[in-house]
C-alpha cells in the first residue's frame, strides 16, 4: 500500500522559516517525481513545487519562487520542503504528491499526481 505522510508544519510568525518532510513507503518513488501543494481555507488546491526524479530539475510556484526549496534523498525515499520569508499569504494544508509518470510537461497540476498525503498544517501569524 502506497502512503506518504507529512510532518514538519506549525505556527509561525512573518519571516520565519519551517521546513516540511514527506516519507513515502509501499513503493520506490526514485523513478518519478514528486510535489507539494497547498490548499487554504476557501480555497482551491495550488501547486507549490516539484522536483524530477533525480532532482535534477525543481518547478516552483511565482508566488514562493526565491523563498521556497524542494529536495528530494532518493536513499531515503522521501522530499522536503524548506519554506523561508513566510507570509500570512503561506498560510494552507501542505500536501506531498508523487504520480506514477515519469515526467513533468508544463506547470504540475493536481490531476497529474496519483498519491497524495493527508498534508500538514503550515500556519503563519503574528
Known amino acids: 500500500q502506497v502512503q506518504l505522510v507529512e510532518s514538519g508544519g506549525g505556527l509561525v510568525r512573518p519571516g520565519d522559516s519551517l521546513r516540511l518532510s514527506c516519507a513515502a513507503s509501499?513503493?520506490?518513488?526514485?523513478?518519478?517525481?514528486m510535489a507539494w501543494f497547498r490548499q487554504a481555507p476557501g480555497k482551491a488546491r495550488e501547486f507549490v513545487a516539484a522536483?524530477?526524479?533525480?532532482?535534477?530539475?525543481?518547478y516552483y510556484a511565482d508566488s514562493v519562487k526565491g523563498r521556497f526549496t524542494i529536495s528530494r534523498d532518493n536513499s531515503r525515499n522521501s522530499v522536503a520542503l524548506q519554506l523561508s520569508k513566510l507570509t500570512p499569504e503561506d498560510t494552507a494544508v501542505y500536501y506531498c504528491?508523487?504520480?506514477?509518470?515519469?515526467?513533468?510537461?508544463?506547470?504540475?497540476?493536481?490531476?497529474?499526481?496519483?498519491?497524495w498525503g493527508q498534508g500538514t498544517q503550515v500556519t503563519v501569524s503574528l
Open positions: 509501499g513503493w520506490n518513488f526514485e523513478n518519478n517525481p
Open positions: 522536483i524530477t526524479k533525480r532532482g535534477g530539475r525543481a
Open positions: 504528491a508523487t504520480t506514477h509518470r515519469l515526467g513533468l510537461t508544463g506547470t504540475p497540476t493536481s490531476e497529474m499526481f496519483d498519491y
